[in-house]
């Protein structure tokens, strides 16, 4: 097998960036923090918190010395196999319909609504255009060939998920009318580029919109978009109900936060769960799951149907980008569990649940 340095693959001008921001994380966050709330845990002095493990990020240099120094296998171009998606299909939905776009980018189809998770259909995911995690296949679809969207619905401020460009084309999509649903303290930042319809939510928050009823829940995660912005937006996942119960996770490791939201929501008809940017585990496992944790949640939110998302699509950690599937059905195959009760999707393929 074709061996290769990463630290050539991904340049070093990304590494140099990414180390400045890290930097910056440090010295960011000075005086109280615009959310603090001694009643809210999750409301730091300096920061949104996680509800359960809120240990300091293991060394982020000690990972970029291990890539530097590694030599790993040669990924497919292709990424995650993708196939065209059936866009008469989409314009004339029947049931719950479910299409994968790629990474976390699920258009869900119910009730007549047409609801958009975490669009990051930019070809690069970065603060820049010349480096950055870019992505591995094609769009299985252009942002115009999408149903007019009612609602987006945003996770967290990671440029993987919440990627200004496409939010952009998705406004002029369809006429100014999509409703924007985000994280606390996200809103400015989408109304500097423009984009209005835009709320914001605590967790346990939420709104209706049309048919819909929309709850923006906990994960165990972070995140920052520049130097100095460390935690200061918040991250999560969102319920959305209407005919079905649809369950997307955001970015989270494995945390109790899954047996709460099904206790305070109830069981899931289909979560979107995350299956890639796992390795190395000694780094990540605080926050992005494995496959076995995976299938843990699929199993605390009673979920009927499970479907992977955030894989094949940018790489963002050292696993190979066609591993998380092989993995997941290992974990399916050891909790004795049918691997139709989370299958693994092609890019552009829709599922339908009656
Ligand atoms: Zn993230
Ligand atoms: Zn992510």
């Given amino acids: 097998m074709k061996l290769r340095v990463k630290c050539y693959r991904n340049g070093m001008r990304l590494r140099m960036i990414l180390m400045l921001f890290n930097v910056g994380f440090l010295v960011g966050c000075a005086g109280t923090f615009k959310y603090y709330d001694a009643n809210l845990p999750h409301h730091g002095k300096t920061g949104f918190l996680n509800n359960y493990d809120n240990s300091p990020k293991p060394s982020v240099l000690k990972w970029y010395w291990q890539r530097w120094t590694t ?15 059936d866009l008469q299909a989409l ?14 980018a699920m258009l869900v189809q119910m009730d007549g609504m047409n609801v958009l998770t975490d669009p990051a259909l930019s070809d690069r995911v970065s603060p820049v255009s010349f480096a950055g995690p870019k992505r591995y296949g094609k769009l299985p679809l252009q942002i115009e060939q999408l149903p007019a969207l009612d609602v ?16 952009k084309k998705i406004y002029d999509q369809n006429g100014g009318r999509t409703q924007f649903l985000v994280p606390l303290g996200n809103k400015v930042l989408l109304e500097s580029e423009g984009i209005k319809n835009v709320r914001e939510f605590d967790w346990w928050q939420g709104t209706q919109v049309g048919a819909l009823n929309f709850t923006f829940t906990p994960a165990q995660h972070w995140t920052a978009r520049s130097l100095f912005d460390r935690n200061l937006t918040l991250w999560g996942g969102w319920m959305v109900k209407g005919s079905h119960q649809v369950f997307f996770a955001g970015d989270t490791g494995y945390s109790k936060d899954f047996q709460d939201i099904y206790q305070r929501l109830g069981a899931v008809d289909v979560a979107l769960i ?8 000694w780094f990540m496992q605080l926050q992005h799951i494995d496959a076995g944790e995976a299938v843990q949640i699929h199993k605390d939110l009673h979920a009927k149907l499970s479907l992977p998302v955030h894989w094949g699509t940018f ?6 980008m066609n591993e998380p ?8 195959q050891k909790a004795n569990l049918p691997l139709s009760v989370f299958p693994v999707m092609k890019r552009g393929e829709t599922r339908i649940v009656k």
């Fill in 315 to 320: 790489k963002l950690s050292d696993e190979p």
């Fill in 325 to 332: 599937p092989e993995k997941l059905r290992e974990a399916l």
């Fill in 71 to 85: 030599s790993f296998p040669e990924d497919d171009p292709a990424g995650a196999p993708t196939i065209p998606v």
């Fill in 91 to 104: 314009q004339n939905p029947e049931g719950l319909m479910l299409t994968w776009l790629g990474h976390s």
């Fill in 274 to 281: 995350p299956i890639g940017a796992y390795s190395p585990r």
């Fill in 152 to 167: 987006v619905i945003i996770s967290h401020g990671h440029y993987d998920h919440l990627d200004l460009p496409s939010l």
